[in-house]
């Protein structure tokens, strides 16, 4: 995700200390909010119902389609297992069980600013996650492994991919819950991270529009703080007219 795609407004340092505050509120409901959902919407994600018999589970029972569903996850592995992570491009069914819960962690992005194009700024999205069945390798360490900041646990990070994939081929093949999670106010989208060798991900995003200060601006806020960090900023004017998908698509039938 590139930082052009963020829309830019300059600040004073006053307006950015405020906004910055009711940012992290808003921020913090938004996670709850999600997590909640997360939580009610389980019972429908259970992997088992995607993959049946080829995931290891207590039930035996065989579920219509699972076998090309598993041809696809496969074929997802194969695509990003080789590079960076060096894991084999064949999985062995059945899987190992997969967690029917679902965990969403902040996204976030990095931005080259100033003279030093070598040590980039990374920024987390105020409203944007990345949605994947929970793991023993959550995304934090599966990305630490991949930097050299945690030795490589083969089978945790096989078992990281399988976690993000499945998810992936789960709303490929279920496109309504797509509709249900856009009818809750979130647009999905599957997002290839370049950094994890093209790995595609589920992400959602709340219907809040956020926005960026200029880039010197930010600089001079990493500078100060030592961390070469940055979150997004909510874009409280958008608060006033936050979409809503049941009202447009009425008002577009009404008018036809």
């Given at each position: 995700m590139a930082d052009l795609e963020i829309a830019r407004k300059d600040l004073d340092n006053q307006q950015f200390m405020n906004l910055r505050q009711s940012t992290e509120k808003i921020v913090s409901i938004l996670g709850k909010r999600l997590k909640s959902h997360l939580d009610v919407l389980k019972p429908i994600f259970m992997p088992r119902k995607l993959l049946g018999t080829f995931v290891k589970s207590a039930l035996k029972d065989e579920i219509i389609g699972s076998n090309k569903a598993f041809a696809e996850l496969q074929k997802c592995y194969a695509a990003v297992c080789e590079k960076p992570f060096g894991l084999p491009k064949?999985?062995?069914?059945?899987?190992?069980?997969?967690?029917?819960?679902?965990?969403?962690?902040?996204?976030?992005?990095?931005i080259l600013l100033g003279e030093s194009k070598d040590k980039p700024i990374t920024v987390t999205a105020a409203s944007r996650w990345i949605v994947s069945y929970r793991s023993e390798c959550p995304f934090s360490r599966l990305k630490a492994m991949i930097a050299g900041d945690e030795t490589r646990q083969t089978e945790d990070?096989?078992?990281?991919?399988?976690?993000?994939l499945a998810l992936v081929v789960f709303l490929k093949k279920f496109p309504a819950l797509g509709q249900l999670l856009n009818d809750l106010r979130y647009d999905v989208e599957v997002v290839k991270l370049d950094d994890l060798g093209g790995l595609p991900v589920?992400?959602?995003?709340?219907?809040?529009?956020?926005?960026l200060p200029p880039n010197d601006f930010i600089l001079q806020v990493t500078q100060l703080s030592g961390i070469p960090a940055f979150q997004e900023i909510i874009d409280m004017e958008a608060l006033e007219i936050i979409p809503d998908p049941l009202k447009n698509e009425l008002l577009v039938a009404i008018e036809k």
């Open positions: 064949k999985l062995q069914a059945p899987l190992a069980p997969i967690s029917g819960q679902l965990d969403a962690v902040p996204f976030k992005y990095s990070m096989k078992q990281s991919l399988i976690d993000h589920v992400t959602l995003k709340a219907s809040i529009s956020t926005f």
